[in-house]
T-cell receptor
Framework: NAGVTQTPKFRVLKTGQSMTLLCAQD?????MYWYRQDPGMGLRLIHY???????AKGEVPDGYNVSRLKKQNFLLGLESAAPSQTSVYFC????????????????FGPGTRLTVT | DAKTTQPNSMESNEEEPVHLPCNHS???????IHWYRQLPSQGPEYVIH???SNVNNRMASLAIAEDRKSSTLILHRATLRDAAVYYC????????????FGTGTRLQVFP
């Protein structure tokens, strides 16, 4: 299993440009999450999804959109990038709570480092 | 969401035990205590979790105070690979099921 993979690993954008970050998992997890991590800070939840076709807002959703058209993929979009969105973005996935002993554990991808100039 | 308080940093020598404290005085009855760690330039990884009783696994032990207002992550013999930021997180699987990360404790391990 590859686990959770993220594409791309690095990206530099100019202010106002758009881009999509792709997260893929091969563990058949129902739940998927997008976090951002600013220097010296913990992770903050942007959006999450509890199943195919459903999404919900997290702590810091403004400026981002997401889609979960397939169970294994979770896309994070920036329509008009701003310097404040310079960060490292992490995707994670987990089983639905209560479905197994391992349902409590979130599996994280390696991150995407995004710089907006 | 209930908050946790951790020291910003701690140091240890290799092969010594490490006790990482966490205070969570506003914990609710349905909150689980989770620990994740983040190695340099990597995503976080799960370490251990518990509700009321002490827990052990291959990575660490979790000691939970009787009143649940604090807990301690115990690494029995620190290695250089254990140098990371350790996050203590309260997770309510019934109401929110989300992880709320604080700033964590940066653990340095010296040879």
């Amino acid at each position: 299993n590859a686990g959770v993979t993220q594409t791309p690993k690095f990206r530099v954008l100019k202010t106002g440009q758009s881009m999509t970050l792709l997260c893929a998992q091969d563990m058949n997890h129902e739940y998927m999450y997008w976090y951002r991590q600013d220097p010296g800070m913990g992770l903050r939840l942007i959006h999450y999804s509890v199943g195919e076709g459903t999404t919900a807002k997290g702590e810091v959703p403004d400026g981002y959109n997401v889609s979960r058209l397939k169970k294994q993929n979770f896309l994070l979009g920036l329509e008009s990038a701003a310097p404040s969105q310079t960060s490292v973005y992490f995707c994670a996935s987990s089983l639905r709570p209560g479905t197994s002993r391992r349902a409590y554990e979130q599996y994280f991808g390696p991150g995407t480092r995004l710089t907006v100039t | 969401d209930a908050k946790t308080t951790q020291p910003n940093s701690m140091e240890s020598n290799e092969e010594e035990p490490v006790h990482l404290p966490c205070n969570h005085s506003t914990i609710s009855g349905t909150d689980y205590i989770h620990w994740y760690r983040q190695l340099p330039s990597q995503g976080p990884e799960y370490v251990i979790h518990g509700l009321t009783s002490n827990v052990n696994n291959r990575m660490a032990s979790l000691a939970i105070a009787e009143d649940r207002k604090s807990s301690t992550l115990i690494l029995h013999r620190a290695t250089l690979r254990d140098a990371a930021v350790y996050y203590c997180i309260l997770r309510d699987p019934i109401n929110t099921d989300k992880l709320i990360f604080g700033t964590g404790t940066r653990l340095q391990v010296f040879p």
